[in-house]
Every structure is written in C-alpha cells, then in structure tokens.
T-cell receptor, first 117, second 117 residues
Framework: EAQVTQNPRYLITVTGKKLTVTCSQN?????MSWYRQDPGLGLRQIYY???????DKGDVPEGYKVSRKEKRNFPLILESPSPNQTSLYFC????????????????FGAGSRLTVL | AQKITQTQPGMFVQEKEAVTLDCTYD???????LFWYKQPSSGEMIFLIY??????QNATEGRYSLNFQKARKSANLVISASQLGDSAMYFC??????????????FGSGTQLTVLP
C-alpha cells in the first residue's frame, strides 16, 4: 500500500530533550515536506526537500532541523524542544516533476502529536 | 497578506442538503493549483479535489465540486447531499507556480463543518 509513515504518533517530552520524528514513504516521491498544524492557523510548512541532499526552509523553520540522506526518509529533528513546539506534525510527499501538468497531490502521513512540557 | 483565506471558522448544514465552503486566494502567478483537503476527527488529511488555474471547467469528484471563479480569486468547495460522515475540518490550499512547484503549497486556516441529522 502506498503510504507515508510517521513515528511516533504521540509523544510527550520535556523542554530541551532532543527528539526525532521519523517519516518514510514508499512511493519513490522526490518531494517531501513537514508541516505543523495549530488551531486557527491551518498547516504551516516547516521544511521541504526536493530530492536527496536538497532541503530548504519553509515558513516556520526555527527550532527544527531536517536531513534527506535517502529518498524515502525525511526525519524532523527538534534539537532542544520548547513548549511552543507543542503541535500536530504532518509529513507529506509527492512526485516532484518539473514542468509537468496536473496536480502535485500531497500524500500525508497520519500525523504526530507532540507535547513539550 | 494572507495567501489563502477561509472566512468561515465553523459551518452547520442539515443532512442531505448542499453546503458551500468559501476560499479566496491571492497570487500574482498565472500558473497555480488549488486543492481541498478533509480532516476528520481522527486527524488524517484526505485529498478531495484539485483545480488548475488553466482548467476551464470546474473540477468535480463525486459529491464534491469546486466553484472556481478566477477573476474573483475564489475556489469554493460545494458538497452536495451532505452526509453525517462529512463532518470534519476542511482546508483549502494553493500551489503557486506550475506543477513541480510543490514547495509553494500554502494552506488556509480551515472550516469546521458539522452535519446535523
């Protein structure tokens, strides 16, 4: 089954304790992205990656790191989490063909709900 | 300025009636795409419908249709014959630039739809 898998789905942690949220897709998609969802704000992009070793900042990158060493994986790293990073996080992927027609429909993971105390 | 505006934080509709969820957008690109996603209480993001800026006809997918008014920069979602299972949060999103510009996907703040029996 084509899917984006995120882990963990739920996590409660404390301020300053480094954590990684993993994301893996099995669709050979070039493009992967991380979003955070907060009430009243919709989804905001944190980081995205157009391909292996190619990453760039989204709208709210502060406090986060990412890496793209393999095409299928795009982990989100919180080096020193703070309470304002309490949120619902989504990883998403799509094909990244340039100049093609049609939609780049994002396939989302199930979400990871993170609470930082 | 907000790129995607959803002015209805919450909406109610009677079962079997039609409902329109509003979405306006702001872009100077000639090529762009508009998406609607559904997020039920379980949290996953479900793609509903897509409209490309050059598509002359309004997109339809089953009970979903997108009322695309380019001059007004609006992309309203119409759900016909509402069902109880349609109760969810609905997000409008925009991709600026041609297909392959997935990094530019911007989401609105969402509309919480409740279908009443």
């Amino acid at each position: 089954e084509a899917q984006v898998t995120q882990n963990p789905r739920y996590l409660i942690t404390v301020t300053g304790k480094k954590l990684t949220v993993t994301c893996s897709q099995n669709m050979n998609h070039e493009y992967m992205s991380w979003y955070r969802q907060d009430p009243g704000l919709g989804l905001r992009q944190i980081y995205y990656s157009m391909n292996v070793e190619v990453t760039d900042k989204g709208d709210v990158p502060e406090g986060y790191k990412v890496s793209r060493k393999e095409k299928r994986n795009f982990p989100l790293i919180l080096e020193s989490p703070s309470p304002n990073q309490t949120s619902l996080y989504f990883c998403a992927s799509t094909w990244g063909g340039q100049g093609a027609f049609g939609a780049n429909v994002l396939t989302f993971g199930a979400g990871s709900r993170l609470t930082v105390l | 300025a907000q790129k995607i505006t959803q002015t209805q934080p919450g909406m109610f509709v009677q079962e079997k009636e039609a409902v329109t969820l509003d979405c306006t957008y702001d872009t100077s690109d000639q090529s762009y795409g508009l998406f609607w996603y559904k997020q039920p209480s379980s949290g996953e993001m479900i793609f509903l419908i897509y409209q490309g800026s050059y598509d002359e006809q309004n997109a339809t997918e089953g009970r979903y249709s997108l009322n695309f008014q380019k001059a007004r920069k609006s992309a309203n979602l119409v759900i016909s014959a509402s069902q109880l299972g349609d109760s969810a949060m609905y997000f409008c999103a925009m991709r600026e630039g041609p297909s392959g510009s997935a990094r530019q996907l911007t989401f609105g703040s969402g509309t919480q739809l409740t279908v009443l029996p």
